[in-house]
């Protein structure tokens, strides 16, 4: 591990970074919150979970938070379910199943009294979806000469809200006591993910999908009345690759559809590459969790000091799929000691959350325990704060100046807003960087107070930046300061043009892009093309001249179903009154 000063007297220029797009579901500068952690106290000096929750609305919008999520609301198996092990998908505290009322959280009308006051504070609300499996039957079933558990009576609630009922036609197979092994009397939903490591066979009986029109239609029910029971804003898909991605589609077709409700899902993959493929299987319609930057963070935790900084740089699928990930530092599965996915991050976590939260791309997601419980609140707040305030315009690597120990990040503000300098230090010794900012003739300071004193650029944007050790320090400019001219507002017609003859009556071609005249990379604002010269696809939008713009092509039938052409972004710089862009459909 390098401590040496080397780099302090060159000033280094940064590497512009992927540019990030927002997403119409999410507040600008977002920042969402987990809101529980594995086996929460079901008392709490508030009462029930959903009562703390409720009483956090107002705190909760003040540091910053936008959205929360919330965990499953459905009856378990008895009061002390966390929800994963899911008996009755509607009743979320309302009937005396299971030898309870209320579930672990509480009761129906304090999730919705909590929700009411997170909504008034104006906090979107997500809800955590379960849709894999069912456990705790009510009953056995005789499946070819074996007693299984399998029949779903539901007593308590009768036919309230649905009268749907399960049995041993519904799944693919179940897990039988004592030993918990499976027995299968069907094939699985399996989607072959991983060199196999995507196995349908998760928990409880496993709901089959494909092949199942009866199944799919309950589940796409369910998720249409509990959206309006809840009144929800989005929601948080569990254990996705353990389900038939085609029906995982189907169900975001049919339940977020083009609503502008946010969904991100739980795709389990350490793999870089693989959390790529499941992107391109479910077409764009949900974000995912940055798993592998998680395990970035595990790396340098238990390197404490050893790890190379520079694996930051352009780090997990936040870097490779802007628009489409959720980054997040510890959730309730990495935190759980004694689960399958205990991983945390233990050493060095703040500068971990600094990395998400002052990053152009990526939706960061704070961890409920991290905030309230393991006493990195105030620190996370003022993240917040800095984000909210300098978290602005595009993105850059210092790829030749970070080394073993120091990391630095820029954002160049957008002309009305200022940027920031970031600065990660796992090193046992205070560093100095001589970088060259996009700040000219400035005078910045360290926002987080980590570091006093001042920092003044030169004409070229260049100074000198300290960081302490195993710190990280936040340097913005101050009102005085020189930041790049605000963007031109003249405009370029550009004409979009692609051969494209894939089609049938009732699909279209549309063109999508980073910025908001191209729909910010959401499907539901994308440019509709017209097809009147069939196979050529034609269109002109007016773009902001001299702004760099990414942009692909869409197909799209009547039912929002969404088809990417393959390959890279197509990238270029709008300039002069009018440009065409002719392209094929990759």
Same mark, same amino acid.
């Not at 000063?5 to 500068?29: E, L, Y």
């Not at 196979?535 to 942009?551: C, D, E, H």
């Given at each position: ?7 302090? @007297? ?61 965990? %499953? ?37 304090? #999730? ?20 894999? $499996? ?15 558990y399998t029949r779903f009576n539901y007593p ?29 009397? &069907? ?10 490591? +995507?196995?349908?066979?998760? #928990? ?53 559809? @083009? ?34 930057? $998680? ?19 352009? +780090? ?32 060095? &976590?703040? #500068? ?45 690597e210092y790829t030749s100046a970070n080394d ?8 160049a503000g957008d002309g009305t807003r200022p ?39 030169? =004409? ?24 790049? %001219? ?16 894939? @089609? ?43 702004? +760099? ?9 009547? =039912? ?27």
């Amino acid at each position: 591990m390098s401590s040496c000063n080397k780099d302090a @007297t060159q000033a280094v220029q940064p590497r512009v970074a992927a540019a990030s797009s927002s997403n119409s579901a999410v507040a600008v500068n977002g920042v969402m919150m987990q809101g529980f952690y594995w086996d929460v106290p079901r008392t709490t000096p508030a009462g029930t979970w959903w009562q703390n929750l409720g009483s956090k609305a107002a705190e909760l919008k003040a540091a910053g938070i936008t959205a929360i999520w919330l965990p %499953p609301a459905y009856k378990g198996g008895s009061a002390t379910d966390v929800g994963y092990g899911v008996y009755d998908r509607y009743d979320l505290g309302e009937f005396n199943q299971k030898g309870t009322v209320a579930t672990r959280y509480g009761t129906i009308s304090q #999730l919705q009294s909590a929700i009411s006051s997170l909504k008034g504070q104006g906090i979107q609300v997500y809800e955590d979806i379960v849709m894999n $499996h069912l456990t705790w039957a009510d009953a056995q079933e005789t499946v070819n000469g074996n007693l299984v558990y399998t029949r779903f009576n539901y007593p308590g609630r009768g036919s309230t809200y649905s009268s749907y009922r399960w049995s041993s036609a519904n799944f693919t197979g179940t897990q039988q006591a004592p030993n918990n092994g499976w027995y299968q009397w &069907k094939s699985w939903d399996f989607q072959p993910y991983a060199n196999n490591d +995507a196995y349908d066979n998760l #928990l409880g009986s496993e709901i089959q999908y494909n092949g199942n029109p009866a199944n799919q239609t309950e589940t796409i029910n369910w998720g249409n009345w509990l959206t309006t029971k809840l009144q929800l804003d989005g929601y948080r898909l569990d254990a996705t690759k353990h389900i038939y991605t085609p029906y995982v589609n189907q169900w975001l077709d049919a339940v977020k559809g @083009t609503s502008g409700r946010f969904a991100v899902s739980e795709a389990w993959f350490r793999n870089l590459q693989e959390l790529r493929n499941y992107a391109a299987a479910t077409g764009g319609r949900t974000s995912l969790f940055d798993v592998p930057l $998680h395990y970035t963070f595990q790396d340098m935790s238990n390197g404490n000091g050893a790890w190379d900084m520079r694996g930051l740089q352009f +780090a997990g699928f936040t870097e490779s799929n802007p628009t489409l990930s959720v980054s997040f530092v510890d959730n309730h599965d990495t935190d759980h000691q004694g689960g399958a996915l205990y991983s945390p991050v233990v050493n060095l &976590k703040m #500068l971990a959350y600094a990395y998400i939260l002052t990053r152009a791309n990526g939706y960061p997601c704070v961890y409920y325990r991290d905030y309230y419980e393991y006493g990195l609140g105030p620190q996370i707040k003022q993240l917040i704060d800095i984000r909210r305030a300098n978290g602005y315009g595009a993105g850059a690597e210092y790829t030749s100046a970070n080394d073993a120990d120091v990391y630095a990040y820029s954002r160049a503000g957008d002309g009305t807003r200022p940027g920031l300098l970031l600065l990660l230090n796992d090193g046992s010794t205070a560093r100095t960087k001589t970088l060259t900012t996009p700040f000219k003739n400035a005078t910045l300071t360290d926002k987080t107070g980590n570091r006093t004193g001042t920092v003044t650029t030169d =004409a070229n944007g260049t100074g000198n930046f300290p960081v302490n050790a195993r710190s990280y320090s936040v340097w913005v400019p101050g009102s005085g300061s020189t930041t790049p %001219p605000p963007p031109s507002t003249t405009t370029t017609a550009v004409t979009f043009q692609v051969n494209y003859s894939n @089609t049938v009556s009732g699909q279209d071609v549309y063109v999508i892009g980073s910025t908001a005249q191209l729909g910010s990379w959401n499907t539901a604002n994308a440019i509709k093309l017209s097809g009147a010269a069939w196979p050529t696809w034609r269109g002109t939008i007016n773009l902001t001249s001299g702004t +760099a713009v990414q942009y692909k092509y869409i197909r799209k039938d009547g =039912a929002g179903n969404v088809l990417w052409e393959g390959g890279s972004n197509r990238a270029f710089t709008p300039t002069g009154t009018s440009v065409t862009r002719t392209d094929t459909w990759q």
